[in-house]
């Protein structure tokens, strides 16, 4: 009896040594990366040469990435303005000229996808896509990621749906509850046709309708520029004599908009809420200075994350299993209230290895938590 109690006690001893290495295998059950950690060679391609709020700021995130992660990365920018059938006749030319990099990040010019994904797979180059919507109808022509192209590893990109939803939101949150009348809104998009422009605009549309408070007055589509932003919204204000809100699908076309606001015969007691999407420098001052509302962003850094996930599958951990081929990222409001923690100094100070599994040994910072922990400090 002495000898089955002292077994028995044994046993439970050794259950409670070993219980914290049953628990973590639990939370991490396939966290595998192969020692050495191996550096990978990877080609940034940018779509355009010319000056670009966007562009600019996501190869300075990339650069700033690479050098945390141990990435080898080079960045080719196209010549602007020349046209998608001399973009792809560009991309050939490059990929037969250059040393085959591991890996490449890349944008898919519409109506082109499939070309592109094309050369990716005669040249046998992993690549990851980013910065563009992929909807059904590419899908029934190329598939998913890993599906018809084993090397098209993956997909990150903003959420344009989620994001063109959340800021209507914002806006109708942040609606003076004291005024007894429904808000009046105006829309400006981005181009006709253009995926992202389409499916941010569904997102304001859907919303408008959920809510049942807004009086939608017209929506149009734009060129994407500071000018026809101003040029659409003085037409538009002479149209409607009182606004309430207008909602912008990017900060370079909301700089004309509160060009347009500026020099309107506006009654002064009718202040118009702007909601945009960028996190532009220039429309951080508008914010500042009570002429924007808020701003959405942080797809400058989609760039970034995309190089912690090939640091990982480079080195043996599989970023599929936990968040799929296709992965939309969220973007964050920066307004009045929070527009002091979105400083130069706290984003050089961001540090992106602590998004790599392998690099923070599986105790690492997800995606979807690196903003809100990081920089706005929203948890």
Known sequence: MNTVKQYSWCFYALFLLFLPAFSYASVIPDFQCKLPLKSPEVLFLVPDDRPNLYWDSAV?????????????????????????????????????????????????????????????????????????????????????????????????????????????????????????KKPTLLAITGSHGNDSSSEKLRGVLTKVKESGDVELLQYVYSDWTSAHGEYLTDKLLKRYKTVDMIWSASDIMTVGIVKALNKSSLTPDNEVMV?????????????????????????????????ALIVDYHNGYDFEPALGTIIKTNLYPVSKKSVDLLTEEKLLSLNFSLLSKCLSKGDAIEIDSFIPTQLLNLN
Not at 85 to 99: A, G, R, V
Not at 135 to 147: A, F, H
Not at 278 to 290: F, H, R, T
């Open 60 to 180: 300075k995130f990339a650069k700033q990435a690479s050098q945390q992660l141990g990435i080898k990365l080079r960045i080719h920018a196209f010549e602007g303005g020349r046209g998608v059938q001399s973009f792809t006749n560009d991309l050939e030319k490059l990929l037969n000229h250059i040393d085959k990099p591991d890996y490449v990040v890349s944008f898919l010019w519409q109506k082109r996808e499939k070309k592109v994904i094309e050369l990716f797979k005669r040249h046998d180059i992993k690549f990851i896509t980013t910065d563009f919507t992929i909807n059904d109808k590419l899908i029934g022509l190329v598939g998913e990621p890993r599906q018809k192209y084993k090397n098209w590893i993956g997909h990150l990109a903003a959420d344009d749906y989620q994001v063109g939803y959340d800021i209507m939101s914002f806006l109708i949150d942040e609606y003076p509850k004291k005024i007894d």
């Open 275 to 307: 909601g945009s999407v960028d996190w532009s420098p220039e429309v951080i001052s508008l914010i500042k200075e009570s002429k924007v509302t808020v701003s959405f962003g942080g797809h400058i850094l989609n760039t970034a994350y995309i190089l």
